[in-house]
């Protein structure tokens, strides 16, 4: 059973940073593109950042570009994710997202599985 599990959300202060990472499990993940989204309260989900199955490729949304560094590591099957100078408008549940089709893409619908999400806060 494919299985994704965020971790690593929490309460900040802006310009704080945190660590999001996410563990997978059931198959072998080493193909696929891994992508991070958010949705805030009353919003829809939001493409984040996308990396594609080599690590080779990354493809940011603008508000994050600079301040957000998406890593994976293909033997442990995890997917971190570092967010540095975080602002209030960061403030959503996180969620990390496979996709078999293996290219970085920021498109919901071109992820397979996905995670529960974590909350992060950032105050002001």
């Known amino acids: 059973q494919v299985q994704l599990v965020e971790s690593g959300g929490g309460l900040v202060q802006a310009g704080g940073s945190l660590k999001l990472s996410c563990r997978a499990s059931?198959?072998?993940?080493?193909?696929?593109?891994v992508g991070w989204f958010r949705q805030a309260p009353g919003k829809d989900r939001e493409f984040v950042v996308a990396?594609?199955?080599?690590?080779?490729?990354?493809y940011y949304a603008d508000s994050v570009k600079g301040r957000f560094t998406i890593a994976r590591d293909n033997v442990k099957n995890t997917f971190d994710l570092q967010m540095n100078s975080l602002k209030p408008e960061d403030t959503a549940v996180y969620y990390c997202?496979?996709?078999?089709?293996?290219?970085?893409?920021?498109?919901?619908?071109?992820?397979?599985?996905w995670g529960q999400g974590t909350q992060v806060t950032v105050s002001s």
């Open positions: 997202a496979t996709s078999r089709y293996g290219l970085a893409s920021q498109a919901p619908g071109d992820y397979d599985s």
């Open positions: 059931g198959r072998t993940f080493s193909t696929d593109a």
């Open positions: 990396i594609n199955w080599s690590g080779g490729f990354t």
